[in-house]
């Protein structure tokens, strides 16, 4: 079966289904990874969004079992690659991506110069645009609508390490990805997760700082987690933000924010250390950064290719954010160490960067 991919400047490509024969709408966005599909497909960051890989194949080493996702499902609207391979070949592998798709009933295309219609999301910016079959449907953009609400956990967890004395983090879920938690556990932190909406200052349980998750869509739609955090902020609440977390931040201590062109989503990412040499290759997933910064805050991190900001730190108080994922999933492990900075904060250790 066909389907075809359209475009809002009305570009039509055909190309080869082999995901469920189901129309989509959403936001087309491209990720540049040679690797890591399954995390990227499961990253609730990805919501409503109908992502082009320019990776020439796909699906080469299957899907993994469900606690390897970063979410319990496919977020994605609808994925479109250059070259679907139908034999994947991995000790880990459960599934085709074939398999998963038409089990989670969202399109996969099968399209093959994905590298053209990036440079044309590059050079015109991201686009909307629909996958379709034997009917249409209209367009849909995501971001008119507050897709945190969507993807963030509808009750109050707490994961607890059983150490003597270990600090509770206070996890704000606008999205999150898993291995978010699994590095604060492997650290041998509580973890306290709560919806995107909670009023954290009424929890029973008490926490010792705060932690904003990544999520999908505009950031000002998220505006009673931007209450809350500014909230966390006035009462001097040790914070850090993690990609939107980032930005909701900035927002709540009263800066603002931007759609960028065509955003970030590869790991390999270089991000430039203020006041330093040093260069870290990360793993992103973002359409909206910081552009103006709050007062008393300055730039943490920036982005050696477009010098957009990629994280920002507060000049005397414990309340920091990046843009990027410490956490990688999929992607390098370069900036793990922001989780322990974080934690030095928490003890009462220097607000620095090294």
Same mark, same amino acid.
Request: aromatic share 8%; charged share 20%; glycine share 8%.
């Given at each position: 079966?066909?389907?075809?991919?359209?475009?809002?400047?009305?570009?039509?490509?055909? !190309?080869?289904?082999?995901?469920?024969?189901?129309?989509?709408?959403?936001?087309?966005? /491209?990720?540049?990874?040679?690797?890591?599909?399954?995390?990227?497909?499961?990253?609730?960051?990805?919501? &409503?969004?109908?992502?082009?890989?320019?990776?020439?194949?796909?699906?080469?080493?299957?899907?993994?079992?469900?606690?390897?996702?970063?979410?319990?499902?496919?977020?994605?609207? !609808?994925?479109?690659?250059?070259?679907?391979?139908?034999?994947?070949?991995? /000790?880990?592998?459960?599934?085709?991506?074939?398999?998963?798709?038409?089990?989670?009933?969202?399109?996969?295309?099968?399209?093959?110069?994905?590298?053209?219609?990036?440079?044309?999301?590059?050079?015109?910016?991201?686009?909307?645009?629909?996958?379709?079959?034997?009917?249409?449907?209209?367009?849909?953009?995501?971001?008119?609508?507050?897709?945190?609400?969507?993807?963030?956990?509808?009750?109050?967890?707490?994961?607890?390490?059983?150490?003597?004395?270990?600090?509770?983090?206070?996890?704000?879920?606008?999205?999150?990805?898993?291995?978010?938690?699994?590095?604060?556990?492997?650290?041998?932190?509580?973890?306290?997760?709560?919806?995107?909406?909670?009023?954290?200052?009424?929890?029973?349980?008490?926490?010792?700082?705060?932690?904003?998750?990544?999520?999908? &869509?505009?950031?000002?739609?998220?505006?009673?987690?931007?209450?809350?955090?500014?909230?966390?902020?006035?009462?001097?609440?040790?914070?850090?933000?993690?990609?939107?977390?980032?930005?909701?931040?900035?927002?709540?201590?009263? &800066?603002?924010?931007?759609?960028?062109?065509?955003?970030?989503?590869?790991?390999?990412?270089?991000?430039?250390?203020?006041?330093?040499?040093?260069?870290?290759?990360?793993?992103?997933?973002?359409?909206?950064?910081?552009?103006?910064?709050?007062?008393?805050?300055?730039?943490?991190?920036?982005?050696?290719?477009?010098?957009?900001?990629?994280?920002?730190?507060?000049?005397?108080?414990?309340?920091?954010?990046?843009?990027?994922?410490?956490?990688?999933?999929?992607?390098?492990?370069?900036?793990?160490?922001?989780?322990?900075?974080?934690?030095?904060?928490?003890?009462?250790?220097?607000?620095?960067?090294?």
């Amino acid at each position: 079966m066909t389907g075809k991919l359209i475009l809002s400047d009305n570009t039509t490509l055909k !190309g080869l289904s082999f995901g469920a024969a189901v129309a989509k709408a959403g936001e087309v966005v /491209f990720a540049t990874g040679m690797t890591g599909y399954p995390e990227s497909l499961t990253d609730p960051s990805y919501k &409503g969004q109908i992502l082009v890989l320019t990776y020439p194949l796909i699906g080469n080493y299957g899907v993994p079992a469900e606690h390897l996702w970063e979410s319990d499902h496919i977020q994605v609207a !609808g994925l479109i690659v250059s070259s679907y391979n139908p034999t994947p070949s991995h /000790f880990q592998s459960k599934q085709t991506l074939s398999q998963w798709f038409k089990k989670e009933k969202i399109p996969l295309l099968e399209i093959k110069d994905t590298r053209a219609l990036t440079q044309q999301i590059r050079t015109h910016g991201v686009m909307l645009g629909k996958i379709t079959f034997a009917k249409d449907i209209p367009f849909y953009n995501p971001n008119n609508d507050n897709l945190v609400a969507t993807v963030s956990t509808k009750k109050i967890t707490f994961q607890t390490t059983n150490k003597p004395q270990a600090k509770t983090i206070l996890l704000l879920d606008c999205g999150a990805k898993r291995n978010i938690q699994q590095e604060l556990l492997k650290r041998d932190v509580n973890v306290l997760t709560g919806p995107w909406n909670t009023d954290i200052f009424s929890l029973k349980q008490p926490f010792d700082a705060l932690l904003i998750s990544n999520g999908p &869509g505009d950031p000002k739609m998220a505006k009673d987690a931007i209450k809350t955090i500014s909230k966390a902020l006035k009462q001097n609440i040790p914070t850090l933000g993690i990609c939107m977390g980032n930005q909701l931040l900035a927002l709540a201590a009263g &800066g603002d924010t931007y759609k960028l062109k065509f955003g970030h989503r590869s790991q390999n990412q270089p991000c430039l250390l203020k006041g330093s040499n040093r260069c870290y290759i990360t793993t992103q997933n973002h359409g909206f950064a910081v552009g103006k910064l709050p007062h008393d805050f300055h730039p943490w991190f920036v982005n050696a290719n477009d010098q957009s900001i990629e994280g920002i730190i507060h000049n005397k108080k414990p309340f920091m954010s990046v843009q990027f994922h410490p956490e990688a999933a999929p992607g390098p492990m370069d900036t793990a160490w922001i989780f322990d900075h974080f934690l030095k904060n928490i003890k009462g250790g220097e607000n620095n960067a090294t």
